[in-house]
């Protein structure tokens, strides 16, 4: 393994830089995009603050739909739709149109789940200091909420890692292209376990890190 | 000088002033007629849809509160005292009525309105809810950032408060490092912080055992007695409304239907009517005056 490791030293960095530009582009969409809209969704769940049931429908039935496609087949239906974006449908910024679509529906029902679990008097209390609807999200929901969705990210993250290992059909690349291209279609097993080794590290790491962050902003 | 100064002097002299009329108000209190109505709830109801049909949790109620006065309203649960508390600062809107607090309408205002008004009514709660995230002097914070004071005036008045209720060593703690008592006096601090004419306790000693509750009841008779603070405060014990109340009203299914206000030392009812907690208030009056 270590000679296949020195010999495809070169692709293979070139296949984690990959990896990373899709996986690091889909966290920005679920931290920009994911998390007002996990916000939305639970103010206008039933018995929330801005109890809403068509918007709470729209917004659900998005959602969705979005999880529900088999990932390979919505790569392929929003082939229209990343060539608008991007200009083209093959290459890495390509792969990253569809992931960064699932990121922000995958990290959205995160973000409803960890705001369920503030307890309503934080609400209540928020509210009868006079604040504001961004004064109650910034400084009651998502700092009591934070650990949960620290570790939402996180598993996340991982979802991406393991998303972005089917965009070789699009030309996306990334670790999963390398294994498939390289150890898989060429039989070279030594290789694809080389690149299976590099995916658990990478796992590991994310999983690590996002736990541990998680438990230090627990004070509670 | 620097503006920020010259701010921060006016501001202390206003205080000031303010403390003093409130010394005033406070006199008031015990030479009883005098004081003007800081809260004055009109008619107000409220009902709530449940799976078994409509649940009336407040019925027509009216009270008038004087400025200085410490409102007690009593009553078993589910007899909607919660609720009409809940009512004062529009947490829970009333279905009908109206809602006054300090000559504003609360209930004809516009939401950018109401939560400047929210601003000057402080509120503490069972569960005393604070944000557990964070330490005991953010939480103090929390209010002053979001009335827009500047951050200078923001810490002063941060360890004033946190002075005032006795916890100036805990401030760089957590609250899951404190005690129930301590809880509440950060929830306190953090209701005083904006200097509020009027403060809501709901059951704020309903968790804690009778010596800190003793500790928490005198926390907020010395807020009315040195700031002139009107306190209204819904509990179930008995004990609370007798030590501390100068006004007390008993509340069942929804509608006051007894009310008491000190007068030379004992409770003295207001009308001809007759409830379960009479005699539980007016047998003991005499020696409740603590």
New interface residues.
Partial sequence: MFESAIQYQAQMWQAIGETFVMVGMSVGAALLLGLPLGTLLFFYRKGQLYENRFLSLVLNSIVNIVRSFPFLLLVVALIPVTRFIVGTAIGTMAATVPLCIVAIAYYSRLVEQSLLEVPKGTIEAALSMGASKLGLVFKFLYVEARSGLVLGLTTSTISFISFSTVMGVVGGGGVGDFAIRYGYQRFETEVMAYAIVVMIVLVQLVQFTGGTLSRLLDKR | MPYYLKRFLIKQFLNNCNTIIGQNRGSLQSGQEGGFGILELSRVSKSFKLKAGIYQAVDDVSIEVKAGAIYGIIGASGAGKSTLLRMI?L?EVPDSGTVTVDGHILTEMSDKR??????K?G?I?Q?F??????TVSRNVA??L???GLPKRERINRVQECLDFVGLTDKAEQ?P?QLSGGQRQRVAIA?ALA?NPKLL?CDEPTSSLDPVTTADILNVLRHINESFGVTVVIVTHEMDVVKTLCSHISVMESGKIIDSFSREDGGFQPAAVSSGSYRDQILGKAGEAHV
């Fill in positions: 600062n947490l109401l939560r400047k008004e929210r601003q009514i509120m709660f569960q809810n604070l944000v557990y995230n964070v929390i209010p950032e979001l009335a957590y899951a953090r904006n809501l």
